[in-house]
Nanobody, 125 residues
Framework: QVTLVESGGGLVQAGGSLRLSCVASGRTFSTITMGWFRQAPGKEREFVASISRGGSSTYYADSVKGRFTISRDNTKNTVYLQMNSLKPEDTAVYYC??????????????????WGRGIQITISS
């Protein structure tokens, strides 16, 4: 069992930055593939970014490429999502996700085993 707790959400103006954090517990963090997803009102949950166990491989949705950066600190059991140049369309609930099944796979879809509760990000225009 893996528990994920997100933090760092809030309200920011367009063009601003935020950094989300997600702390994982219940399993050795370096064995877990991690991802970030988001769900805007009235829309389906969508992939944002993912990162391999050691952090050497990262993947991004086209909509955030060049603006968002996913990273991890395995000594702190934490994955981060640095979000720059934020746009109103980035407004959503952001979810941290963990994959322990076949963790050498770094999905860009919803093939994750555990999910955080989500955290609200609101970008004002």
């Amino acid at each position: 069992q893996v528990t994920l707790v997100e933090s760092g959400g809030g309200l920011v103006q367009a063009g601003g930055s935020l950094r989300l954090s997600c702390v994982a517990s219940g399993r050795t963090f370096s064995t877990i593939t991690m991802g970030w997803f988001r769900q805007a009102p009235g829309k389906e949950r969508e992939f944002v970014a993912s990162i391999s166990r050691g952090g050497s491989s990262t993947y991004y949705a086209d909509s955030v490429k060049g603006r968002f950066t996913i990273s991890r600190d395995n000594t702190k059991n934490t994955v981060y999502l640095q979000m720059n140049s934020l746009k109103p369309e980035d407004t959503a609930v952001y979810y941290c996700a963990a994959r322990t099944t076949a963790p050498w796979v770094v999905p860009t879809g919803p093939e994750y085993d555990y999910w955080g509760r989500g955290i609200q990000i609101t970008i004002s225009s």
